[in-house]
């Protein structure tokens, strides 16, 4: 999701459905991807990682899917949990710039109970 | 420690004072890294300190901001002459390799 202003985009589900964040990305000569978790007064958490040359990375009840074609990037939740509560934020690596790191937005997700 | 601490973890100051924010990375990180957030925004990239290499000063806003990574290990950020714009959420990250960061909780700034 994209957002300008203050006003993130939210995603809301029910305990136990599986979420889905998406983000577009800016740079093409970006090759490495990374999701964070960050709730609130908190820093970001370093969920999962994916690099240019794959398409799919999954971890423990998380997946990401790389589409470089249109520059997009997902992470996907399975049976979330109230605990996944939080802000989800894309961040890229543009691969000639060294280490830092361009982040999205960021999106809202809200579980319900 | 077992993570990237910061402090001070709150900061209120007035406007016009000088302020030094802290960082400490993860013991042998190479890699140290200044973001700042504002209310409801994502990160955006301050300074970058990887080894003994030259900073990456290419995110600082105005030379009212500076940095500087002493015996590679503790970071300093420091803004003088604050501003109220400058009110915002500072974090620091380290990294042992070029790619994954690990984030402190951050200090959070807020300029009268």
């Known amino acids: 999701g994209e957002s300008v202003g203050l006003h993130l985009p939210t995603l809301s589900v029910q305990e136990g459905d599986n979420s889905i964040i998406n983000c577009a990305y800016s740079?093409?000569?970006?090759?490495?991807f990374i999701w964070y978790k960050q709730e609130s007064g908190k820093g970001p958490q370093f969920i999962i990682d994916i690099r240019s040359n794959m398409d799919k990375r999954q971890g423990q009840r998380v997946t990401v899917l790389l589409n470089k074609t249109v520059k997009h990037l997902s992470l996907q939740i399975a049976a979330t949990q109230p605990g996944d509560s939080a802000v989800y934020f894309c961040?890229?690596?543009?691969?000639?710039?060294?280490?830092?790191?361009?982040f999205g937005q960021g999106t809202e997700l809200s579980v319900k109970p | 420690g077992a993570g990237v601490s910061q402090s001070p973890s709150n900061k209120v100051t007035e406007k016009g004072k000088d302020v030094e924010l802290r960082c400490d990375p993860i013991s042998g990180h190479t890699a140290l890294y200044w973001y700042r957030q504002s209310l409801g925004q994502g990160l955006e990239f301050l300074i970058y300190f990887q080894g003994n290499s030259a900073p990456d000063k290419s995110g600082l806003p105005s030379d009212r901001f500076s940095a500087e990574r002493t015996g590679g290990s503790v970071s300093t950020l420091t803004i003088q002459r604050t501003q109220q714009e400058d009110s915002a959420v500072y974090l620091c990250?380290?990294?042992?390799?070029?790619?994954?960061?690990?984030f402190g909780p951050g200090t959070r700034l807020l300029v009268l």
């Open positions: 961040a890229e690596n543009i691969g000639n710039q060294g280490g830092k790191l361009i």
């Open positions: 740079n093409s000569a970006s090759d490495y």
């Open positions: 990250a380290s990294s042992g390799g070029p790619e994954t960061q690990y």
